[in-house]
């Protein structure tokens, strides 16, 4: 069983910013970072393959960076210019090809509040 354990959420005002570590018991290809706020779908944010390569969702382009130390199995997202909207559950998981679907369980997520 793959374990992904996410931290480093926590409450921030508009503007503020956290770093995010996802921790994972092996390396994989592709990693992302999902959110999903009360009442909305889970979302892709921001994904990066073991090579470097990253995409984005629109709505953090500019604000957000993933990266990843494969050394030490962790994916890190750098989040700056924090908003409200950006106030979610965020978790970690992995896919075997950028377009793949989830292939983890889910763990508990890191809660991310950006005060208005």
């Known amino acids: 069983q793959v374990q992904l354990v996410e931290s480093g959420g926590g409450l921030v005002q508009a503007g503020g910013s956290l770093r995010l570590s996802c921790a994972t018991s092996?390396?994989?290809?592709?990693m992302g970072w999902y959110r999903q706020a009360p009442g909305k779908q889970r979302e892709l944010v921001a994904g990066i393959t073991s090579s470097g390569t990253t995409n984005y969702a629109d709505a953090v382009k500019g604000r957000f960076t993933i990266s990843r130390d494969n050394a030490k199995n962790t994916v890190y997202l750098q989040m700056n210019s924090l908003k409200p909207e950006d106030t979610a559950l965020y978790y970690c998981n992995y896919q075997f090809f950028l377009g793949d679907r989830p292939r983890g369980s889910w763990g508990q997520g890191t809660q991310v509040t950006v005060s208005s």
């Open positions: 092996i390396t994989f290809n592709y």
